[in-house]
């Protein structure tokens, strides 16, 4: 095991990827407005170059923040001068990072000769997940196929996988890894797939819903970034489209939506992770989903899956007035999360954007909401806020991860199709 750990430090330094050796993960608690709001001025200081991966919001939600070694000195100062609370949630982020590449080198070891094959108890690469998707399709070919809604920044194909019993149906959209370092998204929307695939036929309940209504697939909605994760930084966040005039790459596709599109809650700064780009549904890969959605036109539940902080949530993000169907989505929300916890007693909190972690404003569910599509839900899955990993959620959760969330995502579809409109 310590060979694998040393060669995977060793690749890692041959192929030039981004090293967080000695990189600190902080969690605060704020104690009140005024340290929150002196950790908002923190994240104004790009010379310390710090990652924010829950922004400081209100004194009711933790903040973490991976914090290089060469800030460590002064943002402890800084925290403890201002009589914060922190503690050091990850000692040293790059032996996390070489822990997850030992176990896919492992696992590579092994090549899948079919969909019964892939080893979904671990994290893969963008060919590997194409490369599944490519042997689902071929192992299903009268329940199963690819379309391609369009293409990322750096011409790869934005690939959709089509379950579908019959012609003209409505629809049920959910999709993976629009944040590209959020791995353990990608890899449930692999088991999602195969337990689509495998269970039609032989699950009642998923029968019926796919013999009424297709499901569209999108494993992998950034895969310019997710790809970027592999080869280059495994922390990065957003596209990998260049922004003119700026130093900086990317823009977080989750407010890049018509949705009070550059309001509260992203930035314009492209330098920011929460960077909305230039303009609404300037990104080809969010462009592409909204061409598919008003072409559909059928589409009657929107799911889009995160991690991480283990909620579900509804519209609005942008704004504190609730939807009009606010009272269902959150009876159903309350429904969803009983299933989930059923299985592993994973607990979940649920609600609104806003009311739940924060206001944010170009996000997808706010969209498709207002495009009439009413069961509109983003999970943020595993770990829990109070947990010790962060994005980088141990592989061995992957499995329980997906099999709680697919009996949440069953309820919705369920409701969906008990529930015209």
Not at 14 to 43: C, M, P, W, Y
Not at 223 to 234: K, N, Y
Not at 276 to 286: F, I, K, L
Not at 287 to 300: C, M, N, Q, T, W
Request: net charge neutral; glycine share 6%; hydrophobic share 35%.
């Amino acid at each position: 095991m310590r060979k694998l750990l040393v060669l995977a430090c060793l690749i890692s330094a041959v192929l030039g990827r981004k090293t967080f050796e000695g990189h600190q993960v902080l969690r605060i608690t704020a104690a009140n407005d005024v340290q929150i709001s002196l950790l908002k001025n923190l994240t104004d200081h790009e010379h310390l170059e710090l990652d924010f991966w829950r922004e400081p919001v209100h004194e009711s939600l933790p903040v973490d923040v991976r914090v290089p070694s060469t800030s460590l000195h002064r943002v402890k100062s800084f925290l403890k001068n201002n009589k914060i609370h922190y503690k050091i949630m990850i000692q040293d982020l790059q032996v996390l990072v070489d822990k997850e590449q030992q176990e896919m080198m492992r696992s590579r070891a092994h090549q899948p000769n079919s969909t019964d094959d892939f080893d979904y108890a671990n994290y893969h690469t963008l060919d590997e997940i194409y490369s599944f998707i490519d042997m689902l399709v071929k192992e299903n070919p009268q329940l199963v196929s690819k379309i391609v809604i369009g293409q990322s920044y750096e011409r790869r194909p934005l690939n959709v996988l089509k379950f579908s019993t019959g012609s003209n149906r409505p629809g049920i959209w959910i999709d993976t890894g629009i944040h590209s370092r959020e791995w353990v998204t990608q890899a449930c929307g692999t088991r999602f797939a195969k337990m689509i695939a495998t269970s039609y036929n032989r699950d009642p309940a998923l029968t019926a819903i796919l013999n009424k209504f297709d499901i569209f697939l999108e494993i992998v909605t950034n895969p310019d970034g997710f790809q970027f994760t592999h080869t280059s930084d495994r922390m990065w966040r957003k596209t990998r489209k260049p922004n003119p005039g700026s130093p900086c790459d990317g823009v977080d596709l989750n407010r890049n939506w018509d949705s009070n599109f550059g309001g509260p809650g992203s930035s314009n700064n492209p330098c920011d992770e929460d960077y909305h780009g230039p303009s609404a549904h300037s990104e080809s890969e969010v462009k592409a989903i909204v061409d598919f959605v008003k072409s559909h036109g059928k589409l009657k539940a929107f799911v889009s899956i995160h991690s991480y902080s283990q909620f579900l949530l509804y519209p609005y993000g942008y704004t504190r007035t609730p939807c009009k169907d606010q009272a269902e989505l959150h009876k159903l929300a309350g429904q969803a999360i009983a299933a989930l916890k059923s299985l592993n007693g994973t607990r979940y909190t649920y609600g609104s954007i806003i009311e739940v972690i924060y206001q944010a404003s170009g996000g997808s569910i706010d969209w498709t909401y207002d495009q009439g599509i009413k069961y509109s839900y983003t999970f943020e899955l595993r770990p829990l806020q109070s947990s010790l990993y962060g994005f980088l959620l141990p592989a061995d959760q992957i499995i329980p991860t997906a099999e709680e969330t697919w009996l949440a995502l069953m309820v919705i579809m369920e409701h969906t199709k008990n529930n015209p409109y």
